[in-house]
């Protein structure tokens, strides 16, 4: 994989910040964009601006042919059966919301159980919060081995009889843990559960076969795959999606309107109300043929090499702790600087011009798992380098001088 030539694609890689060129390690929480994808928003806007499904003018007609049109790339992307089974929405906390507010608070009811991890994002947990208040359902969580990950004999004892709902993330957001979601899903579906996938932070960085992990639903967001912000798409098998009520209703959505009454449109569109996000799905498309020409398999093996180089580096500094396991672990470094608060980390690294991520990274259970208010997180992406991850370390040892460290 030719790095040098994949960071020429992207604009905003090539300025500097604060006096120095910019490192951007915050693709976690949002990844850059190529060019390929700018411009294909920026054609859309230009040429193409019109509202879908509805005219039958040449504008219309043609922007609905790259809304659906990306919709086929989404759908071919994660190996799904059908288009039917691809909905558009905000992104990931939008599709776990609509799963949660549709399919769960249907099927569950007292003493049902919701079963969920304590590495999950807010967004992967807050939904079935509300669940479970709402239904009389209870929450249970896989328990976390030291290193953050998890055991399959584990799932096996907490998924029983009374568990409707099994949501996992794929990838943690912090402590870079790949769960086995396939075998999640097949004791899940054993004891007739239905297995749900926050997909966030995997998609980006892997090959995803919906099909194969056998998961019901898959929620992902465009914004860190190179696509525009608000954008993303749920995922769900067909049967499933067919026998869920919308929970958004106006335009678009309908097939036919009485005074008194009401009827859906057939899938996907039932469960996409209002005018859509036609640029951001247009972005999703060329964002997904980017990706499909570097190919997920080099972007993949790129990200763990750089992760573990970060590890090693990171590893050997003097009061520095990483989280999350040293083996098999996606492309980002969790960490913490002894004595210095994470967002005064991050703010020297700044100055230096490396953006890294500081907080709780809406995983504040977590957090308290791991017996800190707060981390630094290094996240990487196919436009990182080597270079990255020593400038990350050199600044770390000129931080711990900033803050009276000796150096490690």
């Known amino acids: 994989m030719n790095v ?3 960071r020429e694609q992207f604009p905003i890689l090539h300025q500097e910040v604060n006096g120095h060129p910019l490192v951007y390690l915050d693709s976690a929480a949002s990844s850059q964009k190529p060019r390929s994808v700018i411009d294909a928003v920026r054609r859309y806007y ?21 809304y659906e049109g990306a919709r086929e790339k989404v759908r071919k992307f994660l190996n799904a059966a059908s288009t039917q089974e691809i909905i558009y929405t905000r992104g990931t906390t939008t599709a776990l919301n609509l799963v949660a507010s549709s399919y769960a608070r249907a099927v569950c009811g007292e003493g049902d159980e919701i ?42 004892r ?28 097949s004791i899940a579906h054993r004891h007739g559960a239905k297995m749900v996938v926050d997909g966030a932070q995997s998609i980006p960085h892997m090959r995803v076969d919906v099909q194969d992990l056998d998961c019901d639903f898959y929620a992902f967001s465009g914004h860190k795959m190179c696509a525009p912000t608000g954008i993303g798409a749920l995922y769900g098998k067909k049967a499933l999606l067919e026998a869920m009520e919308p929970i958004e209703f106006g335009g678009e959505m309908i097939d036919h309107v ?53 590890y090693e580096r990171l590893s050997a500094i003097d009061g520095v702790t990483i989280y999350g396991p040293k083996q098999d672990r996606a492309g980002l470094v969790t960490f913490n600087l002894d004595d ?4 005064d980390v991050a703010t020297v690294l700044d100055t230096k011009g490396i953006a890294v991520r500081a907080g709780h990274h809406c995983c504040q ?9 707060a981390t630094a997180r290094a996240s990487f992406y196919l436009y990182n380098t080597e270079e990255d991850v020593n400038r990350l370390a050199d600044a770390l040892h000129q931080t711990k001088e900033f803050f009276g460290y000796a150096i490690g």
């Open 340 to 343: 210095v608060h994470p967002h």
């Open 46 to 66: 230009e040429l193409d601006n019109a509202n879908v499904h509805r005219g039958v003018h040449t504008l219309g007609s043609r922007a609905t042919d790259a």
């Open 258 to 310: 009485d005074l008194c009454e009401s009827t859906w449109k057939e899938l996907p569109w039932k469960f996409e109300g209002g005018t859509p996000i036609i640029a951001g799905a247009v972005g999703l498309g060329a964002a997904i043929d980017f990706l499909e020409e570097v190919g997920l398999d080099n972007i993949e093996a790129h990200e763990h090499a750089l992760s573990a180089y970060a």
């Open 115 to 156: 079963v969920l991890t304590p590495m999950e994002h807010h967004s992967n947990l807050i939904p079935w919060q509300q669940v479970a208040k709402a239904t009389g359902a209870t929450l249970k969580y896989i328990p976390l081995q030291p290193d953050g990950s998890i055991r399959l004999e584990d799932v096996e």
């Open 158 to 185: 907490t998924v029983g009889e009374r568990t409707k709902i099994v949501s996992v993330v794929h990838v943690s957001n912090v402590l870079g843990v790949v769960n086995p979601v396939k075998e999640i899903a």
């Open 4 to 6: 040098k030539a994949i």
């Open 365 to 373: 259970p977590l957090m308290r798992w791991l017996d800190v208010s």
